[in-house]
Nanobody
Framework: VQLVESGGGLVQPGSSLRLSCATS????????MSWYRQAPGKERELVAT????????NYADSVKGRFTISRDNAKNKVYLQMNSLKPEDTAVYYC???????WGQGTQVTVSS
């Protein structure tokens, strides 16, 4: 199983970023996928989860209305569109095969003026 996140960066508050996670080594379309984040000195936090077919989505309260998770089962990719970014969104963002211990290396998102 391989998960490779990309799309992070340094942006100003109010900006947008789109994270991507390219996957391989498993039947992507059969599994729910999640995005997590971990800020310095804090525990890893679940950000969003999308079901295998994309019909069921859940978000952490802290990102509802600002972040959108999506997936492309033909490309074996999951995405996280992040709008109206805030400094408290600063973290390393990881994609995850939901309920399984498979993680990517993470991508750093820094929101700062």
């Amino acid at each position: 199983v391989q998960l490779v996140e990309s799309g992070g960066g340094l942006v100003q508050p109010g900006s947008s970023l789109r994270l991507s996670c390219a996957t391989s080594g498993f039947s992507f379309s059969r599994y729910a996928m999640s995005w997590y984040r971990q800020a310095p000195g804090k525990e890893r936090e679940l950000v969003a989860t999308i079901s295998s077919a994309g019909g069921s989505i859940n978000y952490a309260d802290s990102v509802k209305g600002r972040f959108t998770i999506s997936r492309d089962n033909a490309k074996n990719k999951v995405y996280l569109q992040m709008n109206s970014l805030k400094p408290e969104d600063t973290a390393v963002y990881y994609c995850n095969v939901a309920s399984h211990p498979y993680w990517g290396q993470g991508t750093q998102v820094t929101v700062s003026s």
